[in-house]
């Protein structure tokens, strides 16, 4: 056997031995994982594929290439048809979807489509039922990313680059499905000799040579100037991604346990905020909003947020607008609320309820939850019959509403219901009142009013979900 038989052996071997660690203690339930490849058609996923198809073979699992067709180049289509007649070679299931880009003028063309393959490529796992999705990413790209984020300035995260094996719900669409690496650990040059030693065809996206994209410019002008420096520091700049991994996760488990202390229900409490050194109260803040799927804000926000939740007085009801919602402050507790247009003062929603369990009101930002009591049970509610017969209607505050929650209670103020269940003022507005002709029957956040409760026989309560 020759050296270079010898050499990519060993790489293919390497590769082997790392989509069995992908998998090891991620098969679901005893059976067979199902594998998708995300095919593109270039070098790095024709060679994953080809590795890959021989493993599950080997081991029986299904494995099916994945393909995404942007419309970006005039030879989208010929690629396209080129990932279908190799996966026929391998007799492998191919699927394909094609995706129009949208929001380019904020994000640019290159980031625009990475969010778009990788939301096509997530409606095709949950339609096939995959479990684990194999990209190609390899150690060059590693040190691309790295580069890159160090370029813009990010923090440990960041820096941290593309884990072996992660969840990715915001790109996916769904936190089930996982995206694997197997090829982090192989340099292109490994890659490379793997396909020319196999007869490997691919295809060539022009796109790549194009400088204008940040990592193309990084890949043909900076990335060749470094190794001619310092050989093989993609390996280097790979391994201190690791590092920075193990640091990151040290810093989640400190946010963990300053959640616990810092959390009450839905809302952080200041007093124990206030206990924090500011860099645990950034970590514990990035980690809250990371938990509620909003965006990183910069450090400067960061600080100015700070500021103002540390110095507001006690009974200030301070907001904070961040892009993806905002944060508030009221008697001593802080909130996270997404970003919501308040409905329209004069809005009246016709209902008509027939036995449903959930009923969505997507002006107010939630749904009307219907639930059915026994007749010899002693909770209150309105008699089903009496209800299917109303025609209902939601609206919001006009001015002089009163709720009566008990027979043995008096009829209170919506407002004051509100001080006393303690509900803040910003959340007042999205909380829907549900008559039933002109009687308030129940109001949102407050609870149903007894003027029309039912003495026995089968019955129905109402409660409020927000979104």
Known sequence: MSENSRAVQKVAQAMRQALDQTLAGRVPNGRP???????????????????????????????????????????????????????????????????????????????????????????????HGVDILLTAHHQDDQAETVLLQLLRGSGLAGMSGMEACNAAPALLGDDATLIARPLLGMARAQLEAYAASKGISHIEDESNADTRYARNALRHSVMPALGDAFPGFQQRLARAAGHAQGAQQLLHEVAEQDLAQCRHDDHLLMPALRQLSQQRFFNLMRHWF?????????????????EQLLQAGVEAQLCVSHPDGEVHRYRERIFLSPRRTPPAEDMDIALKWNGEVRLSVDAYYGALHFERIAGDDHQPGFDIDWLQGQGLSIRGRSGGERVKLADNRPARSLKQHFQTADVPAWERPFLPLLFAGDDLIFAAGIGMDCAHFATGGERVRIRWQAN
């Not at 073979?57 to 995404?68: D, I």
């Open 33 to 127: 994982a199902v594998l998708a490849v995300a095919y593109s058609g270039g070098l790095d996923s024709s060679v994953l594929l080809d590795v890959t198809a021989a493993f599950a073979a080997e081991r029986a699992f299904p494995l099916l290439a994945l393909h995404v067709h942007h419309g970006l180049s005039p030879n989208a289509d010929h690629w396209m048809a080129h990932c279908q007649a190799r996966s026929q070679d391998l007799q492998l299931p191919f699927f394909a979807e094609r995706v129009h880009l949208s929001n380019v003028a904020d994000s640019g063309v290159e980031e625009a489509a990475r969010v778009a393959r990788y939301a096509a490529l997530g409606r095709m796992c949950r339609e």
């Open 290 to 306: 990371a938990l509620r799927g909003m965006r990183m804000p910069s450090t400067a926000w960061m600080m100015e947020m700070r």
